[in-house]
C-alpha cells in the first residue's frame, strides 16, 4: 500500500529519476508539489475542530439580533482576493487534469494540490466569517500562518521552474506566479489586521463594537453590514421574503432605514453642498443643484458606473466563448505527437498558455463564471443606484420642505406658488430626479458598449456586419422620436382623464337629484363623450406604444438580414457558424442599450426641466429674519431689504448669531418703564406690505395689553385679519417695529443660559424660547389628517379636564357622538368630511387648548350659528381664557359683544381708526358708537329671527348622522378583498393563507381578456404563438445555411487564422450554390414574415387591452348610473371615484404593457427551452430540478413583492399630504412655532417610505440574482451537454444563442407576473361593481301607453303603502293612507327619521314598495316605466345641487325649453336682475358644485329648475332648511303664487311653514298620527302638531 500511493501520486514512468532526489531535493518537481500540499492540509487540520466547536457553541447561546456583527479592516479586499484564489485554483486543477490526459500514466501530483488549495481556500473563508460574526480576532493567527506557509511553498515552485527555464510560455508558470502574489497579498491583508486591531504581540487590544445600526434592533435593512458574497446575492433577504409566505409584510417587519440612508443625514449633505457654493463675493448667485448632487452624491454613482462597465464587457464574453466552442467543433483536431512536449527536467508534460483556451469544456466554464461574474456586477450596480436614488430623493424632500417652512406668505397668497406647484415638487420632480439618477449610469455605459460591439461585429464580419449595425443605429432616433410622442398623447389623456373624473364626481354627488329628475342618461352620455376623446388619445398611445415594442422586436431581425444579405452580396459566400452565431448574439446585445437610450435621453431631459423648477423654488422668497420676533429689534426699511433676498445664508452663518445677542442686551435694559409691563405686543408706525408695492396696512401703532380681551372690529376687507398677521410676522414690514414683551425677568435668566452655540440649523427653537408660541385660529379653519383629539391638542400633552373644558366651550361633544370612531375618528382630507362650522370650532379649540400666554382668533364665529357663538364667547373666551388671564386678540364681526372687551381696536381702509375701551369711544367718537348701535340693533333682529328658526348646526349635524346610518353597513364590508383575507387569517394552519395569497388570478385575467373581445383574444394568442415560431424557423434555418458551407470546405487553418481573406477561401471551392440559394430565399421570407408579425402582435396585445378598457368603463359606468339610491347611500363615494380614476387608469395604460411584456418573455424562454431540448436531449434532466428551484423563486417573490409594493403605495399617500396640508397651514404652524415638530414628521414619514421602497428594490434584486444564476447554469449545462453530444457546429451555436437569450428573459417572467397580478386587483375591483343590480327601468306599461300630458289634476291617491329601502331592512312607512285633491298644498311634519322624506322618495318609485300603491290621477306609477314617471313630477331638494356648465344647462340639460320659458322661471325664482348681470346671461359659466352661488341664490336656482318643467305636481323636501329668511320669504311667496293651480307637498322643516296649507299630515315612525286642516290641528291641545308649533313660536 506504501508503495502504491506514491507510485501513482508521482505517476509510473518509465524514467528513472521519478523519485530520485540525486540532483537535490527540491529539484525534484514531484516532490515539491508534495511540499505544497502540506499548508492546505495544515489549515483543515486546525480548522475543522474550531468551527465544529464553535457552531456548538453559538447553536447553545441565544441568537442574538444582528450576532456581534463587523467588518474587520480589508474586509472587501479579503473576499475578493479569496473569490480570485478560488478561481486560479481552478484554472490550476483544469490545467492539472488536462496535461494528466497528455500523460501514458496518471500523475496525480499535477492537479491534487489543485484541489486540495481550493478546499483549503473555501474553509479559510467560512472560518473567517465566522471569526468575524463572533467578533474573536485571536483565532485569525491560524490563517495568517496559513498564508505564509502557502506563499513559501509556492514560491519555491516558482523559484525552481524559472530555474529550469520554464517562463511564460507555459501556462503553469503564469498560474504559479498568480498564485504567490495572490498568497501575498492575502498575508499582507493578514497582517494590516494585526496592525489595526492589535488583537496580537500588542499589549492593549483595540476593543471594537458593531456600528451604531446593528445595535438598534429596529434597522432591518442589513445590506451595508452583511459580508460580500451575502451583498452580492441578496442573501440575507431570504428570512424576510421566505417569511412573506406565511405572514405578510407589515411596516414593523421593515424596521427603519440605517443612519447613512435617512433622510436627515443626506438632508445635511446635500445642503451643506448647496450652500458651500454661495461664496461671499457674490451672495445673490444661485447655486447650482446639479454640481451640489455630484458634490453630495457623486461617489456611489462613479462606484456605480465601474459596476455597470465590467458588466458590459463582461457581456462580451458570451458572443466570443460561443465563437470559440463553435469553432472549435468546426474543426476537427488533429495532434500529432510532436505536441507531447515532454519536459526532461520534471518529466512531466506542460501545456502552453494558448491550449486552455481552444479546449471547449474549459471555454464552457468560462463562459458560466463570465456570465455569473456579469450578472452579479450589474445587480450591484444597479442596487447602488437605486439606493443613491432614494437618498437623494429623501434629501431633496428635506430640501423642499424646509423651504415650504420658510415661504414668504406673499408668495402663497399673490398665487406665484400655488399649492399645485409643490404638489407637483413633490410628487413628480423629485421622482424624476429619483428616476434619472438610476438610469444614469447608463448614459455613458451604453455608447462604451455599442462601439465595442461594433468593433467585435467587424472582427467576425468585416464590412457587411456594420451594415447590421447601422440599421440599428439608423433607427434609434426613431424610438426617440416614438418616446417624445408617447409623452405627449400621456398629457392630453391626462387632460380628459382629469375632465372625466370631474363630471363623474358630480354626477355621483348629484347622484339623487338626476334619478328624480330622469337625467341620468344626459349626464351619462356627456361622460362616454368624454371619455371618448380620452380613448382617442389612448388609442394614439396604444399605437406608439407598439410601434416601440415592434421596433424593439424587429430590430435584431431586420439586422440580421441585412447583414447576412449584404455579406452574400459582397462575397457570395455564406458566413461559417462560429462567427454567424457570434454575431447573432452581438446583436441581441446591442438592441438592449439602443431601445433604452431613448428613455434615458428622455429622462435626462425631464430631468434638465425638474432641477430647474426645483431651483426656481429653492430661490424665491422666505419669510423676513425671524430676529425681530426675539428681542425688540426694530425691522427697519433697509433692515427688511437686506434679509429678503439671503435669509438662508444669514440664518445659517455664525456671525448673525452673535449680532442678535448684541442687539437684544441694550433693548432688554430699555424697556423697563412701567407703560411696557403690561403690553404683550406693541407697534409702532408699523406700515406692511404682502409684498406687491401696495401698502396693505399703513401707519399701524397699537398695543395689545396683557392678560386682557381686545377685539378688532371693522369692515369685511379693511385689514383686521392682516394685522393679526403683522404682528405673527408673515407680512413684510416696510416700516416700523413689532414688539412682543419679555417674559418674567425670573424666567427669562434660566432661558438666557440657553446658548447660541448649542443650536444648529433651528431658529425655530431660539424663538420660541423668546416670542411664546401664539396659539392661533386662522379665518380658514386648518385641519390635519389625524384624529379630532390630536387636531385639538396639536402636539402638547394631553390633559383630560382641560381637554373636557374645551370641548364643552366649543360644543364639540354632539359632534363627536355622531362620528363613528368618536374623538379618534380620523378627520381632514383623507379623513371625513366635515362641515365649515364643525371644522371652525375644531380649530378654535386648537387655540383654547393650547398652553400659551397670547390667543389670536381670526372671526371665530364667521361659521357658526348664534347659539354656538354665545356658549363659546360665553364659556371658552369668557370663562376658559379669562380666567388663565391669557391675553387674547379677537377679530369679529358680532358687535354686540363688544361690552366685553377691555380693549378695542377699530379699523378702516387698512389703518386704525380709533383704540381704547368702550368707554373712551363712547365719550370721544360719539358717531363711531352710535354707527356700531344701529348695527347692534340690527344683529339683535336677526338674532330673534334665528331663534325661530331650527339651528345651523342641528342640520349640520342631521347631514352628519345622514352620512353615517347610511355608512355604517358598508363599512363591514368595505373591500371584497380584505374580507376574504381576514378570514382566513383567522385560520391557525398557514396552509390556507399561503395558497390563497400565492394563487395567481387566473379568474380575473379572463374575465379582462373576454371583455377584449374574443376575436382580438384570438389573434393575439395565434398571431403571439406563430411569431416566435417563425423566429425559431429563421434561427434553424441560419444553422442550416452555415452548416452547409462547414460541410463542404476544406478545414482549411487560414480560416482560423485570418478572416479578412476567408471570401476568397470559400470562392476557391465552390459548395452546392443552388442548396444555399434555396435556403438564402428562404431565410428572406421568413425574416420578413416575422417583421410583419411583430407588428401584427404588437397592434394586437395594445388594441386588445383598449377594446377591454372600453369596454370595462362603459359598463361600469352604466352599472352604476343606473344602480339603486340605495347603493349611493351604502358605498362610500371614494371607493366609487377610486374605481373610476385609479382603477380606471390601471387598466387603461397599465395592464396591456404588462401583458406584452409577460406574454412575450414567457414564449421567448419556451421557444428557447423547446429549441436546447431538440438540440441537446440530455440537458432536459438538470432542466428539471431548475425549473423545481425557479417555480419556489417565483412564488416566495411575488407574495413578497405584491406586499412590499402595497407598503411603498401606502407610505407615500401621507407623505404627500403632509406636504400639502403644511403648505396650507404655514401660518397656523409658524404662530405656534411648530416648525420643528413638523420637520420631524416629514422626515419620519419620508423614511418609512423609503424604507418601502429600498426594500422593494432589493427584493427585485433578489430576484434578478437568483434567477440570472439559474440562466447561467442552463448555459453551462447547454455548453457542455452539446460539447459532449458530437452535434453539427452550427445547432451548437444556435442551443448556445437561445441559452443565452434565457438569462435575459427569465426574472421578466416572474416580475411581469408579479406586476400583473397587483393590476388584476383593479380589474376585480371593477367587476365587484359590475354585479350590482340596475333599478328596473322597464314598467309594465308602454311608455307610450301614457297620456302625454299626465299627470294633468294632480290627484294623489295613497292607498295601504309600506316602504322599505331594502329587502333586508325593517318597512320605514307602514300602511299609509291619504288622498290629496288636485291643486292642493299639503304640509307633512314629523320628527327626525318619522318617514317624511321616504313618503317623498317613494312618489318617484325610489325606494322598494313592497305592499300597497300610489295612484296619481289613475295610473298606479309602479306599472309606469321610471323614465316616464320621474320626468313628469318635479321635485325641491333639501340640498341645493348645481352642476358645473351655463345656467342654461342646470335649468334644462334636455334643451326642450325656449329661453323665454327660462327667463319666466328666473323672474319667478327672483333671480332674473341677477343673471342678467352675470357676463353671458343665460350662457354664464356655474362653478363646480355651484360655488360661485351663495346658498340661498343655489336654492332659488333650484326652484326655477322645478318651475322649468311644467309637471302638476311639486314635492318640496325641506327645501328651506339650509337658507336665510330673505330667500325663504321669496320661495314662499312664489310657491303660493306661480304653483296656484299646482298640488305641491311640502314637507316641513319649520313647521310654520305649513301654517298656511290646505292639509296638514303629522308622521311619527312610518305611520300617519294627524291627518286635518292646520286649524283643526291646532286646536287639539295635546296635540303633536300643536307641540311642534309651540316648540317653533
Known amino acids: 500500500m506504501a508503495g502504491g500511493l506514491p507510485l501513482s501520486f508521482c505517476g509510473n514512468n518509465k524514467v528513472p529519476n521519478a523519485y530520485s532526489v540525486e540532483k537535490g531535493v527540491l529539484n525534484n518537481g514531484c516532490l515539491v508539489d508534495a511540499l505544497n500540499l502540506v499548508p492546505h492540509v495544515f489549515l483543515l487540520f486546525i480548522t475543522f475542530p474550531i468551527l465544529f466547536i464553535g457552531w456548538g457553541s453559538q447553536s447553545s447561546k441565544v441568537q442574538i439580533h444582528h450576532n456581534t456583527w463587523l467588518h474587520f479592516p480589508g474586509h472587501n479586499m479579503r473576499w475578493i482576493l479569496t473569490f480570485l484564489l478560488l478561481f486560479v485554483h481552478v484554472c490550476e486543477f483544469a490545467e492539472g487534469i488536462v496535461s494528466n490526459t497528455m500523460m501514458s500514466t496518471n500523475h496525480l501530483h499535477l492537479f491534487m494540490p489543485a484541489f486540495m488549495g481550493f478546499i483549503a481556500a473555501t474553509t479559510s473563508v467560512v472560518y473567517y466569517h465566522n471569526i468575524e460574526t463572533s467578533n474573536f480576532p485571536k483565532l485569525l493567527l491560524v490563517l495568517f500562518i496559513y498564508w505564509v506557509l502557502a506563499f513559501i511553498t509556492k514560491s519555491i515552485k516558482l523559484w525552481k521552474f524559472a530555474e529550469f527555464g520554464i517562463r511564460f510560455k507555459y501556462l503553469r508558470f503564469c498560474i504559479t506566479a498568480l498564485l504567490v502574489v495572490l498568497y501575498g497579498l492575502l498575508m499582507a491583508v493578514e497582517i494590516n489586521v494585526i496592525r489595526v486591531r492589535k488583537y496580537m504581540f500588542f499589549t492593549n487590544p483595540q476593543k471594537v463594537k458593531p456600528p451604531e445600526d446593528l445595535q438598534d434592533l429596529g434597522v432591518r435593512f442589513l ?83 465601474t459596476f455597470r462597465y465590467l458588466a458590459d464587457l463582461l457581456g462580451f464574453a458570451g458572443p466570443l466563448c460561443i465563437y470559440g466552442i463553435v469553432r472549435n467543433l468546426e474543426v476537427p483536431k488533429n495532434f500529432t505527437s510532436t505536441d507531447k512536449e515532454v519536459d526532461n527536467d520534471f518529466g512531466v508534460y506542460f501545456m502552453h498558455t494558448t491550449e486552455l483556451m481552444e479546449n471547449s469544456s474549459v471555454l464552457a466554464v468560462l463562459l458560466f463564471l463570465a456570465l455569473v461574474l456579469q450578472r452579479t456586477f450589474l445587480q450591484a450596480s444597479y442596487y447602488v443606484t437605486i439606493e443613491t436614488g432614494i437618498n437623494l430623493r429623501g434629501a431633496l424632500l428635506a430640501m423642499i420642505y424646509n423651504k415650504i417652512l420658510r415661504l414668504s406668505t406673499s408668495n402663497m397668497s399673490m398665487g406665484e406658488m400655488t399649492l399645485g406647484q409643490i404638489n407637483n415638487l413633490v410628487a413628480i420632480e423629485t421622482n424624476q430626479l429619483m428616476w434619472f439618477l438610476f438610469l444614469c449610469p447608463n448614459l455613458w455605459a451604453m455608447p462604451v458598449q455599442i462601439v465595442m460591439g461594433v468593433i467585435l461585429l467587424y472582427n467576425f464580419l468585416s464590412w457587411s456586419a456594420l451594415v447590421g449595425a447601422s440599421v440599428i443605429v439608423l433607427l434609434a432616433p426613431v424610438q426617440y422620436l416614438i418616446a417624445t410622442k408617447l409623452a405627449e398623447t400621456q398629457k392630453s389623456t391626462l387632460e380628459h382623464s382629469t ?347 386648537r387655540a383654547l387648548y393650547q398652553n400659551t400666554n397670547i390667543v389670536f382668533l381670526d372671526d371665530p364665529f364667521s361659521a357658526l350659528d348664534i347659539h354656538l357663538s354665545d356658549h363659546l364667547m360665553q364659556e371658552g373666551i369668557l370663562k376658559f381664557l379669562q380666567d388663565d388671564k391669557r391675553t387674547v386678540v379677537l377679530v369679529t364681526h358680532k358687535l354686540q359683544y363688544l361690552i366685553h372687551a377691555d380693549w378695542i381696536i377699530a379699523m378702516k381702509d387698512g389703518s ?202 362603459h359598463n361600469l359606468l352604466n352599472k352604476i348610473i343606473h344602480a339603486p339610491i340605495r347603493f349611493f347611500d351604502v358605498t362610500p363615494l371614494g371607493q366609487i371615484l377610486n374605481r373610476f380614476s385609479a382603477d380606471t387608469n390601471i387598466i387603461d395604460q397599465h395592464i396591456p404593457p404588462t401583458l406584452e411584456s409577460l406574454t412575450r418573455s414567457t414564449l421567448l424562454c419556451l421557444s428557447a427551452i423547446g429549441v436546447i431540448s431538440r438540440i441537446t436531449p440530455y440537458s432536459l434532466a438538470v432542466l428539471v430540478p431548475l425549473a423545481v428551484a425557479f417555480y419556489f423563486i417565483q412564488k416566495y417573490f411575488r407574495v413578497a413583492s405584491k406586499d412590499l409594493q402595497d407598503l411603498d403605495d401606502s407610505t407615500q399617500l401621507p407623505l404627500l399630504c403632509h406636504f400639502s396640508e403644511t403648505a396650507e397651514g404655514l401660518t397656523t404652524i409658524r404662530a405656534f412655532r411648530h416648525e420643528a415638530k413638523f420637520k420631524q414628521r416629514m422626515l419620519e414619514l419620508t423614511d418609512t417610505n423609503n424604507t418601502a421602497y429600498l426594500f422593494l428594490s432589493a427584493a427585485n434584486r433578489w430576484l434578478e440574482v437568483r434567477t440570472d444564476y439559474l440562466g447561467a447554469v442552463i448555459v453551462l449545462t447547454v455548453a457542455v451537454a452539446s460539447v459532449w453530444s458530437g452535434q453539427t457546429a452550427a445547432l451548437v451555436g444556435l442551443g448556445l444563442t437561445y441559452a443565452l437569450t434565457i438569462t435575459n428573459y427569465l426574472n421578466w ?255 311619527k315612525r312610518g305611520n300617519i298620527l294627524e291627518y286635518d286642516k292646520p286649524e283643526t290641528l291646532l286646536e287639539q291641545e295635546d296635540g303633536m302638531f300643536a307641540s311642534f308649533v309651540r316648540a317653533d313660536m
Open 912 to 1113: 386704525v381708526l380709533r383704540e381704547g375701551t368702550l368707554k373712551d369711544i363712547q365719550t370721544h367718537d360719539t358717531e363711531l358708537y352710535d354707527h356700531w348701535k344701529t348695527l347692534m340693533n340690527r344683529q339683535d333682529q336677526e338674532l330673534e329671527k334665528d331663534i325661530q328658526q331650527d339651528s345651523q348646526t342641528l342640520l349640520e349635524r342631521k347631514t352628519l348622522r345622514r352620512a353615517f346610518y347610511s355608512r355604517e353597513p358598508k363599512n363591514q364590508m368595505d373591500d371584497e378583498d380584505e374580507e376574504e383575507e381576514e378570514e382566513d387569517d383567522d385560520d391557525d394552519d398557514f396552509s390556507t393563507t399561503t395558497s390563497r395569497r400565492s394563487k395567481i388570478p387566473w379568474k380575473m385575467c379572463w374575465c379582462y381578456l373576454s371583455s377584449g373581445g374574443f376575436f382580438m383574444v384570438f389573434l393575439m394568442v395565434s398571431s403571439k404563438l406563430l411569431k416566435h415560431s417563425v423566429i425559431v424557423a429563421i434561427d434553424y434555418c441560419l444553422a442550416l445555411l452555415t452548416s452547409t458551407d462547414s460541410n463542404h470546405t476544406e478545414p482549411d487553418m487560414q480560416n482560423r487564422s485570418s478572416f479578412t481573406n476567408s471570401s476568397s477561401d470559400f470562392t476557391d471551392v465552390p459548395p452546392q450554390p443552388e442548396q444555399d440559394l434555396y435556403y438564402l430565399h428562404v431565410f428572406f421570407v421568413l425574416c420578413a414574415a416575422g417583421i410583419t408579425l411583430c407588428l401584427i402582435t404588437s397592434l394586437s396585445v395594445e388594441f386588445l387591452g383598449l377594446s377591454a378598457a372600453t369596454n370595462l368603463h
Open 223 to 305: 445590506q451595508p453590514f452583511v459580508n460580500l458574497l451575502s451583498k452580492a446575492t441578496y442573501w440575507w433577504m431570504n428570512p424576510l421574503i421566505i417569511g412573506a409566505h406565511k405572514r405578510p409584510i407589515e411596516l414593523k417587519k421593515i424596521g427603519k432605514l440605517p443612519i447613512a440612508m435617512r433622510a436627515l443625514t443626506n438632508y445635511l449633505r446635500l445642503k451643506d453642498a448647496y450652500e458651500d457654493q454661495r461664496t461671499g463675493e457674490d451672495p445673490d448667485r444661485a447655486p447650482s443643484i446639479w454640481r451640489s448632487m455630484y458634490r453630495a452624491f457623486g461617489r456611489p454613482i462613479l462606484l456605480s458606473s
Open 1309 to 1563: 417572467v416572474v416580475r411581469n407576473l408579479a406586476d400583473l397580478e397587483v393590476q388584476m386587483a383593479a380589474v376585480k375591483k371593477v367587476n365587484s361593481f359590475l354585479g350590482t343590480e340596475s333599478e328596473n327601468y322597464e314598467g309594465s306599461m308602454d311608455a307610450s301607453q301614457v297620456p302625454e300630458n299626465w299627470p294633468h289634476d294632480g290627484e294623489i291617491k295613497i292607498q295601504d303603502l309600506c316602504v322599505r329601502y331594502d329587502p333586508m331592512l325593517k318597512p320605514v312607512l307602514k300602511h299609509v293612507n291619504a288622498f290629496i285633491k288636485p291643486g292642493q298644498k299639503v304640509g307633512i311634519c314629523g320628527r327626525t327619521g318619522s318617514g317624511k322624506s321616504s313618503l317623498s322618495l317613494a312618489f318617484f318609485n325610489m325606494v322598494d314598495i313592497f305592499e300597497g300603491k300610489i295612484v296619481i290621477d289613475g295610473i298606479d306609477i309602479c306599472k309606469l316605466p321610471l323614465q316616464t314617471l320621474r320626468s313628469r313630477l318635479s321635485i325641491i331638494l333639501q340640498d341645493p345641487v348645481l352642476f358645473s356648465g351655463s345656467i342654461r344647462f342646470n335649468l334644462d340639460p334636455e334643451r326642450k325649453c325656449t329661453d323665454d320659458r327660462l327667463w319666466e322661471a328666473l323672474e319667478i325664482a327672483q333671480l332674473k336682475n341677477m343673471v342678467k348681470a352675470l357676463p353671458g346671461g343665460l350662457d354664464a359659466m356655474v362653478t363646480e358644485g355651484g360655488e360661485n352661488f351663495s346658498v340661498g341664490q343655489r336654492q332659488l336656482f333650484c326652484l326655477a329648475r322645478a318651475f322649468v318643467r311644467k309637471s302638476s305636481i311639486l314635492i318640496m323636501d325641506e327645501a328651506t332648511a339650509s337658507i336665510d329668511m330673505a330667500t325663504e320669504n321669496i320661495l314662499q311667496k312664489v310657491v303660493m303664487t306661480a304653483f296656484a293651480d299646482r298640488t305641491v307637498v311640502t314637507i316641513a322643516h319649520r313647521v310654520h311653514t305649513i301654517l298656511t296649507a290646505d292639509l296638514v299630515i303629522v308622521m
Open 499 to 845: 375632465d372625466r373624473l370631474k363630471q363623474t364626481t358630480e354626477i355621483l354627488k348629484g347622484i339623487k337629484l338626476l334619478k328624480l329628475y330622469a337625467w341620468e342618461d344626459i349626464f351619462c352620455d356627456s361622460v362616454e363623450q368624454t371619455r371618448g376623446k380620452e380613448l382617442t388619445s389612448l388609442r394614439t398611445f396604444a399605437f406608439y406604444t407598439s410601434m416601440s415594442i415592434f421596433m424593439n422586436a424587429a430590430i435584431p431581425i431586420a439586422a440580421v438580414l441585412a447583414t447576412f444579405g449584404v455579406h452574400h452580396f459582397l462575397t457570395s459566400s455564406i458566413p461559417s457558424p462560429s462567427h454567424a452565431f457570434a454575431a447573432l448574439a452581438l446583436f441581441h446585445i446591442l438592441v438592449t442599450p439602443l431601445f433604452l437610450l431613448s428613455t434615458v435621453v428622455r429622462f435626462a431631459v425631464k430631468a434638465l426641466v425638474s432641477v430647474q423648477k426645483l431651483g426656481e423654488f429653492l430661490q424665491s422668497d422666505e419669510i423676513g429674519d425671524d430676529s425681530w420676533r426675539n428681542g425688540d429689534i426694530s425691522v427697519s426699511l433697509d433692515v427688511g431689504k437686506k434679509h429678503l433676498g439671503m435669509t438662508t445664508a444669514i440664518n445659517r452663518k455664525g456671525p448673525k448669531r452673535y449680532q442678535m445677542d448684541h442687539y437684544e442686551q441694550p433693548s432688554r435694559r430699555a424697556m423697563r418703564p412701567m407703560e411696557t409691563e403690561n403690553v404683550a405686543v406693541k407697534v409702532s408706525g408699523g406700515s406692511f406690505t404682502w409684498g406687491n408695492n401696495q401698502l396693505t396696512l399703513s401707519d399701524i401703532n397699537i398695543r395689545i395689553p396683557t392678560g386682557q380681551l381686545t377685539m378688532i372690529v371693522g369692515q369685511v376687507g379693511c385689514g383686521k385679519s392682516s394685522l393679526l398677521l403683522a404682528m405673527l410676522g408673515e407680512m413684510q414690514a416696510i416700516d416700523g417695529r413689532v414688539h412682543w414683551s419679555k417674559l418674567p425677568d425670573c424666567e427669562m435668566s434660566h432661558e438666557g443660559s440657553f446658548s447660541w452655540s448649542e443650536i444648529e440649523d433651528s431658529e425655530e427653537d431660539v424663538g420660541s424660547k423668546n416670542r411664546n408660541s401664539v396659539a392661533y385660529a386662522a379665518q380658514k379653519s386648518w385641519l390635519l389628517n389625524a384624529t379630532v383629539e390630536e387636531n385639538i391638542t396639536f402636539g402638547s400633552p394631553f390633559n383630560k379636564q382641560r381637554y373636557k373644558a374645551v370641548i364643552d366651550a366649543c360644543s364639540l361633544q354632539p359632534d363627536i357622538d355622531l362620528l363613528p370612531f368618536g374623538d379618534q375618528t380620523e378627520i381632514g382630507e383623507r379623513g371625513i368630511n366635515l362641515s365649515g362650522g364643525q371644522r371652525q370650532r375644531i380649530c378654535v379649540g
